[in-house]
């Protein structure tokens, strides 16, 4: 069971540190201090969840429906584009306007609902976790200790980033340094949904 919950834990921390949009989300919310904790534990049980599902045969009923995931692409593609271009404009507005926003904080509904559209709305989640992790773990001698495993990394990357992402907040918080943050937020998501919409789902 040991070595099929190391398995599990590499497959799915390398799954997880891959899916750009959602790290620089937990990321940007653990900088602001906003809702950060609540926001990694969505991510958590997100993945718990598909994880789950996924080595339960989820994974045959997605292969069926191909144009749920057309549907899927196209949503993400304008959904991260948005994500995209907020970040650039958080580029341009300087530090007046970094201090109001921070002042203007969002609620935490509002927090935990973005959270969940970076989350669902990138098809590439579906496929890593519904489809991907399910085939390594049907191959282990413990599919229980894999799935364990899987979620573990889970719960170790996204804690570490609400961790991690609010203990330096005081430097990565200045204006300069945000501006730099945001900007790289722009271009992975901007480069995410252009790979969707050119590239598609491999």
């Known amino acids: 069971m040991f070595e099929s919950y190391v398995t599990g834990l590499l497959v799915g921390g390398g799954l997880i540190v891959a899916i750009g949009a959602q790290n620089a989300y937990v990321l940007s919310q653990s900088i602001r201090q906003e809702h950060h904790w609540w926001t990694a534990g969505v991510c958590m049980i997100s993945d718990i969840v598909l994880f789950t599902l996924g080595m339960f045969g989820v994974s045959a009923a997605l292969t069926a429906m191909p144009q749920g995931l057309e549907i899927l692409r196209w949503l993400g593609v304008v959904f991260l584009g948005w994500l995209a271009v907020q970040a650039f404009i958080r580029v341009g507005w300087g530090r007046a306007a970094l201090t109001a926003k921070q002042q203007e904080r969002r609620s935490l509904q509002g927090v935990l609902l973005t959270t969940l559209a970076v989350t669902l709305l990138n098809p590439q989640v579906y496929l890593d976790t519904l489809l991907l992790v399910p085939s390594v773990g049907a191959q282990q001698p413990s599919t229980n200790g894999f799935l364990v495993g899987a979620s573990s990394a889970s ?27 945001d900007g790289l937020i722009g271009l992975m998501m901007l480069a995410i949904a252009l790979q969707l919409a050119l590239v598609g789902l491999e």
């Open 155 to 181: 719960v170790l990357w996204f804690g570490g980033l609400a961790w991690f992402g609010s203990s330096m907040a005081p430097i990565l918080s200045r204006p300069r340094v945000w501006r730099v943050i």
